[in-house]
T-cell receptor, first 112, second 114 residues
Framework: TQLLKQSPQFLSIQEGENLTVYCNSS?????LQWYRQEPGEGPVLLVTVVTGGEVKKLKRLTFQFGDARKDSSLHITAAQTGDTGLYLCAGTQNTNAGKSTFGDGTTLTVKP | EAQVTQNPRYLITVTGKKLTVTCSQNMNHEYMSWYRQDPGLGLRQIYYSMNVEVTDKGDVPEGYKVSRKEKRNFPLILESPSPNQTSLYFCASSLSVTGSFGYTFGSGTRLTVV
């Protein structure tokens, strides 16, 4: 059972377009992270959100944690070719300290 | 440079031949963890450690062993590798003792068991 479901699974857009990636669950998470992974490399942490309703911005990337802490979204404004990669969400729960769950990922391709 | 170092990056071995993948971090992190990444299955946690001499099972621990004798090292041991353990493996560490503030990942070890 996949605790964290990401959508869409694949996304191909033109440079300059906006996009949103979703990470949904029926479970509550105490914290949720977003990572970007390039082929042949480990995931790189983009952001951690811990408070329901929290919004964080990282340049052209905006991350939001749902009010109920069951879902999150990643919005990219004016995508660039350098944004291409696999985006992963991951969550931890208070009931299982130390254990982490990853979403199945969204593969983003930004075409010039 | 703050980093998690895994070795080797690539490994091809035969069924049943014991192997160890090393992982070391230089950030004095309490928390370390191992994951495997397979197409269509995403990243799955194998084992994690919240402190020296403390290790716990993740979601897919069968066929693996770990040890945490010192803070910086967290080796992954496959006592008798099988072809279904062919995968891309990642070690990660975290400043937070539960890992809840996010991880720093190594560059990965691609293991093939024939």
């Amino acid at each position: 059972t996949q605790l964290l479901k990401q959508s869409p699974q694949f996304l191909s857009i033109q440079e300059g377009e906006n996009l949103t990636v979703y990470c949904n669950s029926s479970s509550v998470f105490s914290s949720l992270q977003w990572y970007r992974q390039e082929p042949g490399e480990g995931p790189v942490l983009l952001v951690t959100v811990v408070t329901g309703g929290e919004v964080k911005k990282l340049k052209r990337l905006t991350f939001q944690f749902g009010d109920a802490r069951k879902d999150s979204s990643l919005h990219i404004t004016a995508a660039q070719t350098g944004d291409t990669g696999l985006y992963l969400c991951a969550g931890t729960q208070n009931t299982n300290a130390g254990k982490s769950t990853f979403g199945d990922g969204t593969t983003l391709t930004v075409k010039p | 440079e703050a980093q998690v170092t895994q070795n080797p990056r690539y490994l091809i071995t035969v069924t049943g031949k014991k192997l160890t993948v090393t992982c070391s971090q230089n950030m004095n992190h309490e928390y370390m963890s191992w994951y495997r990444q397979d197409p269509g299955l995403g990243l799955r946690q194998i084992y994690y450690s919240m402190n020296v001499e403390v290790t716990d099972k993740g979601d897919v621990p069968e066929g693996y062993k770990v040890s945490r004798k010192e803070k910086r090292n967290f080796p992954l041991i496959l006592e008798s590798p099988s072809p279904n353990q062919t995968s891309l493996y990642f070690c990660a560490s975290s400043l937070s003792v539960t890992g809840s503030f996010g991880y720093t990942f190594g560059s990965g070890t691609r293991l093939t068991v024939v």
